[in-house]
């Protein structure tokens, strides 16, 4: 029976909040009876809902941070704000990880203002499963640190390394750093310090990998800097994004492709699922005491369910403390 | 009647040279009647072919640069390859531009060392037009600069700028900067400078882009340093490479589906062609003197053709003259 976990979670959190949180919550809850859930959030929305849902308790708020506003300033000015005080709950170890599909750079902010690094870690990082036809790979970082040293990324590999083998159960994951070209003398001065480094240090480090490399998830770990990750990241969204949209459109040209479109829809039903964010839903912020996973702002209920579960699992099977044993310490 | 151009073509570029070299030469000659090609390679490959074709005149060359040799230092020391003398043409106003599909790196190194940059320009750029199935936009650099200060940028800009007006024909097009955020105080310390930069001196500037907004064409020209913009370019080839891959195994996978797959061949084709990097067939290096353009290794005859066109339209429109009169002096 797995452990007994308790969560917070951001009731504000997302594009279609309350409504696709409230969803997820109750959805999530259903399905893991050991989960306890503290919904942070206007009282008039948690209390109601709480009531009338098992193992869920409401933390009423009355701030809320806005996509548009300075992170951490908003973070150190609204203390009472859902995002705040969710994480100040995992602070208080009245929870043990957090969920919010909010502002990404507002998570961040909390997550290091209030809930703070795990001691030896010098940036926590934003870490992701790539959504890819293939199999899943994990990409770290892809946002939070756009300026990185080196030693971070090494850092980034060792916390996404036990990540990807606590969570993804894929033990021993080969880490590639992503950069211009295969060879070690390859890149810009930056990736060829980090690669010197990685290789040095890091057991399982499989050598440099291109773009090209991502979606066909020729390696299982790409190890970034924030900027890079990110921009990747969007781009893979980007092109998957717009070559589907263009593909429905030969589809629905005329009655006989609609019906030649009927042939594969449950083929390709599958394949946006593989390819579907809302899958993992959610992507960890490694390097933070407890667990902290920050969701899409377009997340459904679904997306918000599963990085619930997600959430659940980083406490579980204890991945900050494993991160806490094996960072190098700069 | 189009002005008359002399290029020089290096028969040996490319992973299927010199058969799809010799191809798409013999095409580009047939289509372009005030063209003329002066082919470098061994005796033996160029001399019988060049004696069949009209407005072909042979090089013959005795060495050969390898894909895997150090790129400057191959072309500081094999002064007779196909590379280096094409270049050496041009540098010798024999001819007005060179076009290979050999190795990028000593393309990029002969072009700078033999021809040479224009007189203003601090560092040359691998431009390329992305294939989009929204509208081709273009990307600088790809490549040639892995590390990057904000000046460049700015210059990068503008000789893209100047790129397409000329070959896309696209007047006045909207330059954005590739970053991790839509607001000004977004992404790294270069990328914020870089985006104070082109603010200031770009009259085109039209702000920051997201990877997600290069597929859909949110913007005509997107700007970045060569790590990035080589990282999200190969992101972008390896996403549709493994979408297009997984959708022709769903379309394998039954009778029916077969027979549904025929419906959209059409469609599916001209997608397939306006995602093709053959379109184009190659990126030119702005900023050397003449032109100078590089095609993929794995350039079909189609794109060499491709290729070898838009090099004499780059001469012909005098980009190289009209960048020496634009680019910001440093």
Chains 1, 2 share one sequence.
């Not at 109601?48 to 996509?67: H, K, L, N, S, W």
């Not at 703070?116 to 990409?139: E, F, N, Y």
């Not at 589809?251 to 609609?258: G, I, N, Q, V």
């Not at 679904?302 to 094996?326: M, P, Y």
């Amino acid at each position: 029976m797995p452990e007994k976990v308790i969560l917070s979670v951001d009731a504000l959190g997302g594009d279609n909040a309350p409504d696709v949180v409230l969803d997820g919550v109750k959805a999530a809850l259903a399905e893991d009876e050991n989960l306890e859930i503290i919904l942070c959030g206007p009282a008039e929305v948690v209390e109601p809902f709480a009531a009338g849902v098992a193992r869920c308790t409401a933390q009423p708020t009355t701030e809320f941070i806005d996509m548009g506003e300075h992170p951490a300033e908003a973070v150190r000015r609204k203390k009472d704000s859902s995002l705040v005080v969710g994480c100040r709950l995992v602070k208080e170890s009245r929870a043990q990880g957090f969920f919010s599909a909010g502002s990404t750079g507002a998570c961040l902010a909390a997550a290091t203002l209030v809930i703070g690094r795990i001691k030896g870690v010098s940036r926590p990082a934003l870490t992701t499963i790539v959504p890819s036809p293939v199999k899943p790979v994990v990409m770290c970082d892809i946002g939070a640190n756009a300026d990185c040293k080196a030693e971070y990324l090494l850092q980034f590999a060792q916390m996404a390394t036990i990540y990807m083998e606590e969570i993804l159960h894929v033990k021993n994951p080969r880490v590639a750093l992503l950069n211009i070209g295969e060879e070690e003398t390859k890149g810009s001065l930056f990736a060829q310090e980090a690669f010197a480094l990685l290789k040095a240090q890091l057991p399982n480090f499989a050598g440099n990998a291109e773009g090209g490399d991502i979606l066909p998830a020729n390696f299982d770990i790409f190890v970034t800097d924030g900027f890079t990750g990110n921009v990747c990241l969007k781009t893979i969204e980007g092109t998957s994004k717009t070559l589907f949209k263009t593909l429905k459109e030969i589809f629905y040209s005329s009655a006989l492709t609609k019906l030649g479109a009927l042939t594969i829809k449950g083929g390709l039903s599958d394949l946006m699922v593989k390819v579907s964010p809302d899958t993992y839903g959610g992507a960890p912020l490694l390097g933070v005491k407890g667990a902290c996973i920050v969701g899409h702002g377009s997340s459904n209920a679904l997306a918000i369910k599963n990085g619930i579960h997600t959430t659940a699992e980083i406490v579980r099977t204890d991945v900050s403390g494993l991160i806490e044993k094996t960072v190098s310490k700069p």
